[in-house]
């Protein structure tokens, strides 16, 4: 899976890494071609494998959380057709939007109108 992440959005990935404590946009979507599984990733630690995003493997309870990319790489390499990227998804939104979606709809989801509700609800629980 290296030719996944060039070395521009590696380096996004890294320095996003590197302030853990901001609510990033997704950088990437990686996805699994012939089933369920996405993954979107918005940070790399400063080792080069553990990957922080939004990890949906088709079951219904997509969750934020680390992933690691030598162990996607395993999981790529052992299927048909291995993971892919969206070269198309561009993220619109910070990754806490996408993940409140994605747990209201049970997967996640890049519909605007799911992920504008979300972000409504993020904004009236911070203003409490």
Known sequence: MPSLIDAAT???LLANGRERDRDHCPVL???NPLGPAIWL??????????????CDLGVGEPELGYVSLDELKEVSAG???GLELDR???ARYPISAYAKAA????RIVEDQDALQAAMR???SHTAR
Not at 41 to 54: R, T, Y
Not at 103 to 106: K, M, Q, S, T
């Open 10 to 12: 590696r380096e996004l």
């Open 29 to 31: 979507k990686l996805f």
């Open 41 to 54: 990733i918005c940070e790399l630690d400063a080792g080069g494998d553990s990957m922080f995003g939004l």
């Open 79 to 81: 299927l048909r057709i």
């Open 88 to 90: 198309a998804f561009r």
């Open 103 to 106: 747990r209201i709809a049970g």
């Open 121 to 123: 609800l993020s904004d």
